[in-house]
């Protein structure tokens, strides 16, 4: 095979030159609340749609790839998809089981394998797409699920030293309930994140590794990694709206924690996702930099924790989040005016949820352009109860996990947006 335009696009894309007009973070002007989402850097005002999406959008777009994730890579040309098994009678008999191999680059580029479930009879579905933490094999006891090759964190089940095993097989089912949501009427797809981009820095493998060398020239907006789990869950989109049991205007991208996070920027780089579900995300996700909160999680702390999700640009504001030249509500806002869901526990406060909220209701004037006078809950709803406004928001008790029963909530906001 040989590399297409699209493939070099994307190692060209990859190493833009920095632009003069974004200026490393001491040069930047200070804030110390969030900037507001409809006023452009040089101070103009945006008062219509028409200028939100011509430049205040674009400008956010780039403000987030240059400052915090890295440069979006692009679209390749062609995402072929080989069924590797079909089982028709899967889930109790309602729904069909597939997994995917998708192919997207030169032979050495990594594939993704998509774990998709389809409810029976009921096609064309709306579906869940998302990547997963361990491999699809954590989620389906079925023993022609595709084991991970690539390196897996060690505390996920039947980890050895960094490998999945069979060992594991099943024994995660509960973060992704694929019986649950095919029986709530949806399909469900997922992939194991680390085959896209282990979850490790400083290694050249997965995605990252087919950027070119540059030799000693650090790239300070380089393609990170929550950027790069993004773009997998788009080349998942590819072929979602290719399959014809699928309904290609009814995705709703969902994630837990750094993977909520991952979720958040997928449904902001994507308009073909039209519901966008981060869970449990915080930081760099759903939460705020510029966070009240004294038990989430900073900016310095997961910079420093966790250097490969954001680009090297990032870290320079974990001394000063009031530099950072957005906050993420310009996230959430570049979605507008898809369905954007944010969900939580009490016991989490790591993750921000009322930070969350903040973020969620600063970004109401860019939903308002688009007529939804009302996007955004009043105030925090009560716990366990769903506020399903279009910038929806729901916290439960208990700790950070994504369960079944935060299942049944994706599934009431997509009852209400996607039906
Ligand atoms: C934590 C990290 C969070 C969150 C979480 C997770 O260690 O500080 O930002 O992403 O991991 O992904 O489970």
Redesign the pocket.
């Given at each position: 095979m040989r590399l297409s335009l699209a493939a070099l696009g994307t190692l060209a894309m990859t190493v833009a030159a920095t632009p003069a007009d974004l200026p490393p973070a001491d040069k930047l002007p200070s804030a110390a609340e969030f900037p507001d989402v409809l006023t452009m850097r040089d101070g103009t005002k945006v008062a219509t749609k028409k200028d939100w999406e011509e430049k205040r959008r674009p400008e956010l777009k780039e403000l987030f790839q240059h400052y915090m994730y890295g440069r979006f890579p692009a679209r390749p040309e062609k995402v072929t998809a080989k069924i590797l098994f079909e089982d028709p009678k899967a889930l109790g008999g309602k729904g069909t089981l597939r997994e995917v191999e998708l192919t997207f680059g030169p032979p050495e580029w990594p594939k993704i394998y998509l774990l998709v479930a389809t409810p029976n009879g009921k096609a064309p579905a709306a579906c869940f797409v998302g990547p997963n933490?361990g491999g699809n094999h954590l989620l389906a006891a079925d023993e022609r699920v595709r084991i991970p090759t690539a390196w897996v964190p060690d505390r996920y089940p039947g980890v050895v030293k960094n490998r999945a095993t069979a060992e594991g097989r099943g024994k995660q089912s509960d973060t992704w309930p694929l019986r649950q949501v095919v029986d709530a009427g949806y399909a469900v797809a997922t992939f194991y994140c680390g085959d896209v981009q282990p979850d490790r820095p400083n290694v050249q493998e997965g995605m990252r590794a087919t950027l070119p060398a540059v030799k000693g020239l650090p790239i300070p907006d380089e393609t990170a990694t929550i950027m790069w789990w993004a773009w997998g869950c788009h080349r998942a989109v590819d072929f979602l709206v290719t399959d014809t049991r699928i309904d290609p205007k009814r995705l709703a991208v969902a994630g837990?924690?750094?993977?909520?996070?991952t979720a958040l920027l997928a449904g902001a780089f994507d308009d073909r996702i039209a519901v966008v579900i981060p869970h449990?995300?915080?930081?760099?996700?759903a939460g705020p930099s510029r966070s009240k909160n004294p038990k989430a999680?900073t900016v310095k702390?997961?910079t420093t924790?966790?250097p490969h999700?954001f680009c090297a640009n990032f870290s320079a504001f974990g001394d000063d989040v009031t530099k950072i030249p957005f906050d993420q509500h310009g996230l959430v806002a570049i979605c507008a005016p898809r369905p954007v869901l944010m969900t939580n526990a009490e016991e989490d406060q790591?993750?921000n949820p009322p930070g969350q909220f903040d973020v969620l209701t600063a970004a109401a004037p860019a939903y308002k352009l688009y007529g939804d006078a009302h996007p955004v809950a009043d105030k925090v709803p009560a716990e366990g109860k769903l506020s399903d406004a279009r910038l929806g928001y729901f916290i439960r008790a208990g700790k950070?996990a994504m369960t079944p029963d935060d299942w049944k909530v994706y599934v009431q906001f997509a009852d209400k947006w996607l039906k």
């Open positions: 933490f837990h924690s750094r993977l909520g996070k449990q995300s915080g930081c760099g996700g999680e702390r997961i924790s966790f999700w790591w993750a950070h």
